[in-house]
């Protein structure tokens, strides 16, 4: 943890435990040796737990472009795509992925990024996303299998929706067994969703955590950390020993009464991919404002596990690998996504919205507007909206952003 | 009873103003300076400057408020208010009816919506690029061979405004060219920069609302071109002031001076009390 407030240091006997665990888990990740086949997968909604059971090391090259982001090292990458014809407006993290990984060999100072020997384009609801991975698999001459995940159109996943995909799923295994001549396990499968299940228990009941005044944990700036185990490395034992530390931190910080900022002052939930290029300084305009965030969606990218019945089950293997899939936040309908605001707002007593809206995803981006317009006009909250971008340090501008943030706090503080 | 003064510090990205009012809230000196790359001496040379405007000694000023893109260069100051909250009180104070300010100054443009009190409902700035904003202006008038001071009496003599989409400083020159080398009059060409930014700056404001009054400031208000053009898509009046350049050390100076009527102790005040 960043700010602890003064208490005794023999009192807390998790401080900075998770964070800590974290990065070990993320080098661990990063240095692993590679023993068996690689999988490439997209963050959102992904059947990591049919991958593993079928004996496959998962990867995300989402999350390794944001992490070169956030270690300030994506402009290279980001270049480097751009010299071989990728346009200025195409998604930072197709770019630094593609620069890091086919036109530099995936060589980082982490570790090295193995190949793929399978892409599985398990979210075709960006277009973006489907040409990516078929662009890789051009450049690695490896099978490609692009599931079709209805949009989210109800509430309730309708019965059809799910056989769909679970049809698609079934199919894809049986591919995948037959190109890599392994034998599908389900026991294995169900050991792989019980640590998912546990993982996913934690990890909500942390966001549950953010509705304490004053809030022990930064739902936004601090959770983006806690995302990598269950976005990585969900279905395996670590992740879901992780999120069991992380509550005990936390547990310890509500005992304390501790949270990320000396003295809360204002509650906040924020929409949107973060800055990555910017994201220490970003965080740094809030914490002057002693301005906390309770609630995010972004934390929620991979699967809206703050939903108690979003839960990946051995019970039910192939309805609840389906059903996590079409609650991707980007597959989400715009009437759940200004639901999903709303009770954010209300149940963790906050005081305004703040929106961070990324130049090259319009995936993501488009309809942030109306939000804002929702927010202030019929909740009645004050909205900040603020635009960079998630791996491109040339829209970080940040004397702009700063004077859009100090200015929108000011007048929350004026107000008062 | 000791006579005492407080100023405001506006450091924008092109000029720097300073505002010095007595405790009656009378604008007593004033000053305008360009900005060079070293900020935090022109910030200060504003201020001695506006001191000079006033005729008093500089420690007479008790209180000094610091705003604009170069608050944290006021170093000789006490306080950092944003611009946005100081234009906004800056153009209540000489405009009390103000609901709806539109600050353009040289790299940036604010819509600011204001409760009856003063206070900031809402707020909505340009895109982070210069498009559409003062420096856009200065490179066109450049480009044109004129000083921008002549852009609003020149855009007056237009018949038939030309139709410009781009409104990007950085090809703002190729734009101009283009349409001199399609024959166009040199006043048509700016009679449609100023409609083009207009629709732009409006654009902005329906983002927080238009309502009564609308009062412009920064620096672009001072170009009759560009208010008209407003009043015109608009289709109302607004409040233009020969101080408009000014509404941001207003504001700043007219933060300084409730602080001090709270009782503050201007020497004990840290420097970003407002933040």
Redesign the interface.
């Known amino acids: 943890m960043e700010n602890i407030v003064a208490v005794k240091e023999e009192d807390l006997q998790y401080a900075g435990a998770a964070r800590k665990m974290q990065r070990q888990l993320v080098r661990d990740f990063y240095r692993q040796d590679v023993t068996k086949p690689v999988v490439y997968l997209f963050v959102g909604g992904n059947p990591a737990e049919l991958l593993r059971a079928l004996g496959f090391q998962v990867y995300m090259p989402e999350i390794t472009a944001l992490t070169m982001a956030i270690r300030h090292q994506s402009l290279q990458y980001i270049l480097k795509a751009e010299s071989i014809g990728y346009g200025l407006d195409v998604c930072g993290y197709v770019k630094t992925d593609i620069g890091l990984t086919h036109l530099s060999g995936g060589e980082t100072d982490m570790g090295k990024i193995p190949r793929p020997d399978l892409l599985v384009c398990n979210y075709s609801g960006c277009s973006v996303y489907a040409k990516w991975w078929e662009a890789l698999a051009e450049f690695y001459k490896v099978p490609l299998i692009m599931l079709d995940i209805p949009y989210h159109r109800f509430n309730d996943p309708q019965k059809e929706d799910l056989e769909y995909i679970i049809g698609q799923l079934r199919e894809m295994v049986e591919k995948i067994e037959k190109l890599f001549d392994l034998t599908f396990d389900m026991n294995r499968l169900k050991d792989v969703l019980a640590y998912s299940r546990k993982a996913e228990d934690g990890w909500g009941r942390s966001f549950e955590m953010a509705k304490h005044v004053p809030s022990p944990i930064d739902a936004y700036f601090e959770s983006i950390f806690y995302m990598f185990p269950i976005n990585a490395l969900r279905g395996t034992k670590e992740a879901a020993e992780f999120y069991d530390l992380l509550n005990r931190e936390l547990d310890e910080r509500v005992k304390h009464g501790i949270g990320p900022v000396e003295n809360e002052e204002f509650r906040t939930v924020i929409e949107g991919v973060p800055p990555y290029p910017g994201y220490r300084s970003f965080w740094n305009m809030f914490k002057k404002w002693n301005a906390v965030s309770v609630a995010a969606t972004y934390p929620k990218v991979g699967g809206m596990f703050d939903i108690p019945e979003l839960r990946h089950d051995p019970a039910k293997p192939w309805e609840s690998i389906a059903r996590y899939s079409i609650f991707s936040y980007c597959n989400l309908s715009w009437d759940f996504r200004r639901e999903t605001i709303k009770r954010y707002l209300e149940d963790f007593k906050a005081d305004a919205l703040v929106i961070h809206g990324i130049k090259s995803c319009r995936s993501f981006t488009a309809g942030q507007g109306d939000l804002r317009d929702y927010v202030i006009n019929e909740l009645g909250y004050p909205a900040l909206y603020v635009e960079s971008d998630h791996q491109d340090p040339r829209y970080w501008a940040e004397a702009q952003i700063l004077n859009r943030v100090d200015a929108f706090f000011e007048a929350l503080r004026m107000k008062r | 009873m000791q006579e005492k003064y407080v100023a405001g510090v506006d450091v924008g990205s092109t000029t720097a103003k300073a505002i010095i009012l007595d405790m009656d809230r009378n604008i007593v000196g004033k000053s305008l300076q360009n900005v060079s790359p070293k900020v935090a001496e022109d910030a200060e040379t504003a201020f001695l400057k506006a001191c000079q405007d006033a005729g008093i000694d500089r420690e007479k000023v008790v209180l000094i408020t610091g705003t604009g ?1 170069g608050r944290l260069k006021v170093r000789f100051g006490q306080l950092i ?5 100081c234009h906004a009180k800056g153009a209540q104070f000489i405009f009390p009816k103000t609901r709806l300010t539109l600050d353009i100054g040289g790299q ?1 443009t604010k819509a600011i919506r204001l409760g009856e009190n003063g ?2 409902i ?4 340009n ?2 690029c210069s498009a559409g904003t003062g420096r856009f202006l200065d490179v066109c008038a450049d480009a044109l061979g004129f000083s921008v001071s002549d852009l609003g009496p020149i855009s007056e003599k237009s018949r038939r405004p030309v139709k410009i989409t781009s409104t990007c400083t950085v090809f703002a020159e190729t734009e101009v060219s283009n349409q001199l080398a399609r024959g166009r009059k040199p006043e048509d060409i700016v009679n449609g920069l100023h409609y083009s930014i207009a629709e732009r700056s409006i654009s902005l404001m329906r ?1 927080v609302g238009i309502v009564d009054e609308i009062t412009f400031t920064g620096g672009v208000s001072r170009n009759t071109g560009m208010v008209r053009a407003l009043e015109d898509k608009l289709g109302r009046k607004i409040n233009v002031s020969p101080l408009s350049q000014w509404f941001g050390a207003i504001g700043a100076a007219l933060f300084a001076l409730e602080e001090l009527e709270k009782g503050s102790d201007p020497k004990f005040m840290p420097m ?1 009390v ?2």
């Open positions: 893109y208010v944003t611009e946005i909250s940036d206070e900031i809402d707020f909505s700035m895109d982070k983002r970003e407002k933040q």
